[in-house]
């Protein structure tokens, strides 16, 4: 049987995402008693094979390794 109330219920979250984030992240913070004067940030970089012309995340460019014309991905986290 065909279910899609997942994607469904993921569709009317998404508009959210920024607010929800922020709520959890306070709510994190608040009951773990996090300690922020310290933030440890870290930059990955994901190279990909193959044709991947029409993706947002997936761009054109030089790699970090010094290897022209891959296609790749860079996510920060904090």
């Known amino acids: 049987m065909y279910d899609n109330r997942l994607g469904r219920a993921l569709d009317r979250l998404h508009p959210h995402l920024g ?8 709510r994190a913070i608040a009951t773990y008693d996090l300690d922020l004067t310290v933030l440890h ?25 010094q290897r022209p014309g891959t296609n790749r991905s860079t996510w920060n986290s904090t």
Not at 19 to 26: E, F, M, N, P, R
Not at 41 to 65: H, K, M, N, Q
């Open 19 to 26: 607010a929800v984030w922020a709520q959890l992240v306070s």
């Open 41 to 65: 940030w870290d930059v990955t970089s994901i190279s990909f094979e193959g044709a991947y012309r029409d993706s947002d995340l997936a761009t054109y460019g030089s790699s970090r390794d």
